[in-house]
């Protein structure tokens, strides 16, 4: 992603993004973090070598708008709290070093002259990070991007469930026709099972024609039986009678044969 500076609303939320990530992700410790934040303020190439984000700035600061953005991002909005303690700490070791001064001979002039120097040292650095406190325009500018982000996500998220709800009704009222196809389709086997069903209870249930026709088939059957057994009996006595004309044929012929052998033997 490219932007104009570190100096607009954007680059200040990266450069905030950079802190987070060195601190917390990667633990630089806080002297090399200022260093290293303080080095990309000046100059915004070094982003690529100390930070994974994927930004190129058009733009360099320079070293006094580099300097001032990182006294106003940096040092005022997460350490000035440390200053401060260090000049309320140089103001409670002058207050120390007065009081005692007029007790002991061990603390002369010059070294209350030097707790002077150190604590207005401090307040002189505190007033010049006080100059660069973070405004609260930009604070308010970052809110209000916020709350349009915020709103317009909403509003999407608002738009998504109403296509979802839309998409839904229409689902629901295909999944109602396809009911209704289907309780019709359920009526009409319903209607015809109900006619299968008589007409398998007619063709089951007991008729008198068809037992009487039955009755004549079985009388018609038990003659026809007896009939056969007639027919049976008949052609026994057939074979019978046939058996016994054979062998009085044959008996015929043997005695033919014996008469006319004994004729011969007569003869003789």
Request: net charge negative; hydrophobic share 45%.
């Amino acid at each position: 992603m490219e932007i104009t500076s570190l100096d607009t609303i954007e680059g200040r939320k990266y450069l905030r993004d950079i802190y987070f990530e060195l601190k917390f992700k990667k633990n630089y410790g806080d002297f090399n973090l200022l260093y290293v934040l303080w080095t990309i303020c000046i100059n915004p190439n070094n982003i690529k070598k100390y930070s994974s984000l994927d930004i190129n700035v058009s733009h360099s600061q320079g070293f006094f708008r580099g300097t001032g953005l990182w006294m106003t991002e940096i040092f005022s909005r997460y350490y000035f709290s440390i200053l401060n303690a260090f000049v309320y700490f140089g103001a409670a070791i002058l207050l120390l070093l007065v009081g005692v001064r007029k007790f002991s001979a061990y603390i002369n002039d010059t070294i209350v002259i030097l707790g002077f120097v150190f604590e207005a040292s401090l307040l002189i650095l505190m007033f010049v990070f006080l100059l660069f406190s973070p405004k609260d325009e930009f604070d308010e500018i970052e809110d209000d991007d916020e709350k349009t982000n915020s709103e317009k996500e909403l509003i999407d998220e608002i738009g998504e469930i109403a296509r979802d709800m839309a998409d839904s009704t229409f689902q629901l009222g295909k999944i109602n026709s396809n009911l209704t196809k289907l309780v019709a389709s359920e009526n009409n086997l319903v209607n015809k099972i109900d006619s299968f069903s008589q007409n398998l209870a007619k063709s089951v249930a007991p008729n008198d024609e068809l037992l009487n026709a039955m009755h004549n088939v079985a009388k018609s059957l038990n003659a026809f039986q007896t009939q056969l057994t007639l027919l049976n009996d008949d052609l026994q006595n057939i074979k019978t009678m046939n058996l016994q004309a054979s062998v009085r044929q044959e008996l015929e012929k043997i005695l033919m044969n014996n008469l006319k052998n004994e004729e011969k033997n007569s003869i003789l």
